[in-house]
Structures are given as C-alpha cells and as structure tokens.
C-alpha cells in the first residue's frame, strides 16, 4: 500500500465539498475516491469488521451451545449446516440440536484461546480454538481443547456457518 498511514487517515478524513475531498498527495486538486492506497484501507477495514463480527458469532455460538438455546443456534447457521464431530460423525444441524436438548452433548463453560478468521467475498473461514467443560455421550464431565473448523456464506447481508469440524487441538 502505497503512502504513509497518516496520509491515508488524512485522505480519508478530509471533506472538500461537491467534488470530493482534497488529494492527500496533490493539494489542491480535488480525489474521486479511486486512489489505490484508500482503496485498499477500505478494503481492509471492511475486511477487519467482518473478521469481528464473525469471531462474535463464534461466541455467541458457544453462548448459545452452553444455554442449549436451539432457535439462537438456528439463527447462527445456514440451511444445510452439518457438523462433523471428531469421531467422524456427520449431522445434520435438526439431529445435532436434538442430541444437544436431549442431554446427549452437554456444554458448561467455554474460554476461548484462539479465532482465526479469513473472508473471500460472501464466503469465510473460521478456525476457533476453546478450553470446553463439557460431558457428551453420557460420559463424566471434562474440559476439552476443542477446535471448531467452521465455514461461512454471507447471504443477504448476513454471515451463517455453513459447517463445522470439530477436533481437539
């Protein structure tokens, strides 16, 4: 990216009426927003708030695993969402929400270590890594180091996981 970053932050907050702000390079001349270096900020930025608001929808998933609150995962997840547990099992989401409200996966608390998040246009990847007390399967209670290798659509504006694998790190 080409200019200092006090340029671009300059670039980007000028206003110059009508025609646009003033050139952060070329004062006095007026910039149609087709700079390169602000092109790329945007980008960037834009880039950076996706990245948030899907890291949120990972905790939000965890918060929402946690209270077995089905109708708020549902709202997390895309039609057709599976989930591959580390046993290999695929699910659908309807038969994983009726294993989580049945009391067969039975989550209590989750820190989270680590969210690694990567957006390609209306598409993403997420790779969430978390301490997990859990008991699953009828087994005792224990704290896994669970990761989550999520996929992720944007439709109509809104970011939906797509799938998940989980696995222990």
């Known amino acids: 990216m080409g200019g200092s970053e006090r340029d671009i932050k300059a670039h980007l907050s000028r206003r110059g009426g009508a025609e646009g702000p003033v050139h ?11 700079c390169p270096e602000v092109a790329d900020r945007q980008r960037i930025d834009v ?9 949120e929808m990972y905790r939000k998933y965890w918060r ?3 209270a077995k609150d089905a109708d708020g995962l549902r ?23 009726r294993g989580l409200l049945d009391g ?5 608390t989750a820190d989270h270590d680590d969210m690694e998040v990567k957006v390609d246009g209306d ?21 896994w180091r669970l990761q989550g290798d ?7 504006g809104v970011w939906r996981f797509t799938s998940s694998r989980a696995s222990t790190y």
Not at 47 to 55: A, C
Not at 80 to 90: D, E, F, Q, R, S
């Open 104 to 108: 067969t996966f039975n989550y209590y």
């Open 123 to 143: 598409r993403a990847t997420m790779i969430g890594k978390s301490r997990v007390s859990a008991a699953v399967y009828g087994g005792r209670r224990s704290t």
């Open 24 to 34: 952060h390079r070329q004062p006095g001349v007026r910039c149609q927003g087709r």
């Open 64 to 66: 929402c695993m946690i």
């Open 150 to 156: 999520f996929t992720l659509r944007k439709e109509q």
């Open 47 to 55: 880039t950076m708030d996706e990245r948030e608001i899907i890291r």
């Open 75 to 97: 709202s997390l997840m895309a039609k057709g969402y599976c989930l591959i547990h580390m046993t290999g099992v695929k699910q659908p989401a309807e038969v994983f929400l």
